[in-house]
């Protein structure tokens, strides 16, 4: 029988990664792809299990695809990733949808777990986590002109506040011969648009050279011809080396656009999450970024509300994001994780004051993205078509200071040919709405 399977991935671009390889593998042992999970035999759910937030929307996920198999819309539903690898049997225990669960090491087995979940035999299969493949094949499930490729896998940073190195194991690089030949499949199938992601790419290659071999690799991504963009994600401010900033200063297929989860600036609030730096240092390193590329894009997100942060080291943390005006910033309170160092320790903050410092960054950063915004009129910004948003009644895209599915988006009107999605234009500039400019093609 031809089953049709579907998959619902929840969480970070890296765990869209690990999807992508799912689908590839269920495709490849005869099954039918479908793209909404209502149309599926069999439903895999590839969970987050990062934050509290994150592990609730994946169990609501899952209770209502459960409420579909009640009705007999679908047969089975499959739960992997990251929530499965941390909870294992209980997730079967407490989600009784539920007919198989299995760790992140079981995922090339995924085909012969959904067969026997149609047949109506329950697996739980947890191997070990390195088990998970850092090479495969992917059905790509991001717009054709965009694509993430994951350099690496797991996490040595161990900060006290995250689940991740107990979730994903141990930092383990790709080949970058392996990246290379990957890379040069996603152009050939007209990606235009790279995204070089890991739990912290700066990381990239210590356990294979020896030494940080981000800025090697990202000059072999650029001598692919099919790329006008590649954008780096996920970079520890401690590894941010003086290679790297001047290679993606000179290379002009990279974006100058750098992801840095700082978490905070507050010295003795880092060392407590096991990070190092201070609000000095941090805003040395992003001052010689700028000093080196005038037009950089900073993304960072912040953690309020970190066991024993006094009101004045919440207060410099608010000094800094002021100070340093970062053009694209999220700030979360702090999620008491389970098996983490941090949950143990005493002054454990209350939920309402965490999330009150939470918002006092945001509502600052909306006006620093209005300010931004404002900035950039009358000035022209190369855009990468999205689509047409019928109700606005113009088109949208992104410029290199939007990432895919995680910033905002330009609008834009066209008097003249019509573009279609994954073309670049040059749009002027004239007006913003809210956190996203509006403007017009050249």
């Known amino acids: 029988m031809n089953y049709k399977a579907g998959i619902v991935s929840l969480g970070c671009a890296k765990n869209q990664v690990d999807a992508e390889m799912l689908l590839f593998t269920l495709k490849n042992k005869g099954f039918t792809i479908v793209n909404d999970p209502a149309d599926a035999d069999a439903v895999i759910v590839n969970t987050c299990g990062f934050i509290e937030s994150a592990k609730q929307e994946s169990i609501d996920e899952i209770i209502e695809l459960g409420k579909l198999k009640r009705e007999g819309t679908i047969k089975a539903i499959i739960v992997t990733g990251c929530l499965a690898e941390r909870y294992k049997n209980e997730i079967t225990k407490q989600l009784y949808e539920v007919d198989a669960a299995i760790g992140i090491g079981a995922n090339e087995q995924i085909a012969d777990v959904v067969l026997k979940a149609l047949d109506g035999k329950k697996s739980e299969i947890f191997p070990d986590k390195l088990c998970l493949p850092l090479e495969g094949g992917r059905i790509q499930s991001t717009p054709p002109y965009t694509a993430y490729i994951k350099i690496a896998e797991g996490c040595d940073n161990c900060c006290t506040y995250c689940a991740i190195p107990l979730i994903r194991g141990r930092f383990r690089s790709r080949r970058p011969e392996d990246i290379v030949k990957e890379a040069e499949m996603l152009a050939e199938n007209g990606v235009k648009e790279l995204n070089v992601i890991?739990?912290?790419?700066?990381?990239?290659?210590?356990?294979?050279?020896?030494?940080?071999?981000?800025?090697?690799?990202?000059?072999?991504?650029?001598?692919?011809?099919?790329?006008?963009?590649?954008?780096?994600?996920?970079?520890?401010?401690?590894?941010?080396?003086?290679?790297?900033?001047?290679?993606?200063?000179?290379?002009?297929?990279?974006?100058?656009?750098?992801?840095?989860?700082?978490?905070?600036?507050?010295?003795?609030?880092?060392?407590?999450?096991?990070?190092?730096?201070?609000?000095?240092?941090l805003t040395a390193l992003l001052n010689k970024i700028r000093a080196k590329i005038p037009d950089v894009i900073f993304r960072s997100t912040f953690i309020t509300g970190f066991p024993g942060e006094t009101d004045e080291q919440f207060e410099e943390l608010a000094e800094f994001a002021a100070e340093i005006k970062f053009q694209r910033l999220g700030c979360f309170a702090y999620s008491q994780e389970e098996n983490t160092k941090a949950a143990l320790l005493p002054e454990q903050i209350d939920d309402e004051i965490k999330q009150k410092r939470a918002d006092i960054i945001m509502e600052h950063q909306q006006k620093v993205m209005s300010e931004y915004c404002k900035s950039l009129i009358g000035k022209s910004l190369e855009v990468l078509v999205e689509g047409y948003d019928k109700l606005a009644e113009c088109f949208f895209g992104r410029s290199y200071a939007d990432s895919h599915e995680v910033d905002g988006c330009v609008f834009f009107?066209?008097?003249?040919?019509?573009?279609?999605?994954?073309?670049?234009?040059?749009?002027k500039i004239t007006n913003y709405m809210g956190c996203d400019p509006v403007g017009e093609t050249d």
């Open 413 to 427: 009107t066209c008097n003249g040919k019509k573009p279609k999605a994954g073309d670049f234009v040059t749009v």
């Open 198 to 281: 890991a739990q912290d790419t700066t990381r990239y290659g210590e356990d294979l050279f020896g030494e940080p071999y981000l800025a090697k690799l990202l000059k072999m991504l650029c001598k692919i011809d099919g790329f006008k963009w590649i954008r780096v994600l996920y970079c520890y401010p401690d590894r941010i080396t003086d290679e790297l900033i001047d290679t993606i200063a000179s290379e002009e297929k990279i974006v100058k656009y750098i992801d840095i989860p700082l978490q905070h600036c507050n010295g003795e609030v880092l060392k407590k999450m096991n990070r190092r730096g201070n609000r000095e240092s």
